[in-house]
């Protein structure tokens, strides 16, 4: 076998084994969200600074379409409920 040869089938034994991988994941059920969820985004919303910052960087993601996929925190709320709740208070 010549190293082109060589080269195809491993690339097909690695896409064959990439394809056999399954993800287990759980769908959410009923998202309901409570404020003791986010009391760090509270804080932010009540600090003048901080409310300004998150203001631009709510303009700056929505101008790209990224609000819904940039969350607060590691496992905070999506941006999207950080600019509503900018405009609430």
Do not use: W
């Amino acid at each position: 076998m010549d190293k082109k040869e060589q080269t195809r089938l491993r690339v097909q034994r690695y896409r064959k084994k990439k394809s056999s991988v399954t993800l287990v994941t759980q769908s959410p059920k009923n998202v309901t969200l409570d404020v003791t969820q986010y009391p760090p985004l509270l804080e932010a919303l009540a600090d003048i600074k901080k409310r300004a910052k998150l203001r631009v960087i709510c303009q700056s993601l929505n101008e790209h379409h990224l609000m819904a996929e940039v969350r607060y925190g590691v496992s905070g709320v999506t941006m999207d409920v950080v600019s509503e709740l900018l405009t609430a208070f």
